[in-house]
């Protein structure tokens, strides 16, 4: 999607983060960052840049009175917004000794942080990968100026994401949560240029109730989006109705596995590699029906998995595991509106317990993750601060 096309939806230009310094971050004006680079708060930047070797080419950096915003030349989803790493730490200011209850930590490089003897609430012993996400630059936040906006650098980013995989491989698969993220679906109606033919459509997870009910996920999605675009209806993958959760979990893997890899590709280790799967977030942290500290968190020998004691009604869920949504390409967690600003602050900015905030497993294994904020979601947020060390991690 180009610029103008941006314009044609209205989407507004980056919003400040709250506290964003008295200047504006001069995004018209990038520096280059990397090597040797200066700022105007020393040398900080370009040691980051040094480290990790995170920031080249394809990324320009602006510091303006302490403010650090990195533009990412990268999708135009993320023109109009405002990008931040998410709690970067270059590798020199690793913490030491951190707790040990916060059990295993796998660092990006393969070393692992004191494993402690702590199983983690409710984790049944199999620890987490937790890292800092200090060498990879598959994560984004883009925060917008409405939610209106977050729709419409939503329909990009997905319309990118189908064109891309039509032309590589013929086929798009979508996968859809349930909950407040079907708000943001609607400008992905009639926008041009979609082979919506090719589009196969999944779901995250599932309320296990029958397909007319109000709780039920596919008839949100029906509703909102489904019923008024032309995709195939036998490339609308539900997970079924009327079924025992157990059996209504197998069922969907079966679904998946049937798929042809044309379709449905799979990673080295044999889990599908969806295009797309968009996230909401609970305010619990939750993502998808994987609740907090719940034993579904650390399944890592099954794809799709029943819940029969969903803290969030109702009780009976279906729901993708973390090791396939971590296969996928493209990750997109979307958080709206105030409701959501203390929960996305605490996801964002505060290292948790590993299973305490399911959302902070969400961490891609070769993709790429990217948030979708609108202002009042994103109210809470220190993205200001987020290049400085003293700051983060907090828990330091
Ligand atoms: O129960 C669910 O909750 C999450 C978050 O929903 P939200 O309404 O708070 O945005 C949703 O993503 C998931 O698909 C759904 O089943």
């Known amino acids: ?151 419409s650098g939503l329909a990009s980013y997905v319309q990118e994401a189908s064109a891309a995989a039509i032309k590589e491989r013929g086929a798009f698969t979508l996968v859809l949560s349930g909950g407040s993220l079907f708000k943001a679906l609607s400008p992905l109606i009639g926008l041009p240029g979609l082979d919506l033919s090719k589009w196969h459509v999944f779901f995250v997870d599932e309320r296990n109730v029958p397909h007319s009910s109000p709780d039920s996920n596919f008839k949100g999605a029906n509703e909102v989006l489904l019923s008024k675009v032309a995709i195939p209806r036998e490339q609308i993958y539900a997970i079924k109705e009327h079924l025992p959760v157990k059996e209504a979990a197998t069922e969907y893997a079966g679904q998946l596995l049937r798929l042809e890899e044309t379709v449905l590709p799979r990673n080295a280790e044999g889990l599908p590699v969806f295009d797309v799967i968009l996230l909401g977030l609970g305010p619990d942290g939750h993502v998808a029906s994987l609740f907090p500290n719940r034993s579904q968190l650390a399944a890592t020998d099954a794809w799709v998995l029943p819940v029969e004691n969903s803290p969030k009604p109702p009780p009976e869920r279906i729901t993708f595991s973390l090791p396939l949504i971590n296969s996928a390409k493209q990750i997109g967690l979307v958080a709206m509106g105030e409701g959501k600003a203390e929960i996305v602050q605490r996801v964002l900015e505060v290292q948790s317990l590993p299973g305490a905030l399911p959302a902070q497993l969400v961490r891609p294994t070769a993709g790429s993750l990217t948030w979708f904020l609108d202002v009042a979601s994103a109210q809470n947020l220190s993205m200001h601060k987020w290049e400085s060390s003293k700051d983060f991690p907090r828990s330091t």
């Open 1 to 151: 999607m180009t610029a103008s096309a941006f314009a044609r939806f209205g989407v507004s230009c980056a919003a400040q983060p709250r506290g964003a310094g008295r200047q504006t971050p001069g995004l018209a004006k990038p520096r280059q960052v990397g090597r040797g680079a200066t700022s105007n708060n020393g040398t900080a930047l370009a040691d980051l840049a040094q480290e990790n070797g995170a920031v080249n080419g394809a990324v320009n950096g602006v510091q303006n009175e302490g403010v650090a915003q990195i533009a990412v030349n990268g999708s135009s989803a993320e023109k109009g917004a405002t990008i931040s790493r998410i709690n970067y730490i270059p590798r020199s200011r690793w913490p030491k000794g951190i707790p040990p209850v916060m059990g295993a930590h796998l660092m990006p490089s393969g070393e692992v942080a004191p494993v402690s003897t702590s199983k983690g609430a409710g984790l049944g012993g199999i620890p987490h990968k937790f890292f800092y996400p200090d060498e990879k630059d598959n994560y984004s936040v883009l925060q917008f100026g409405s939610p209106a906006a977050v729709g």
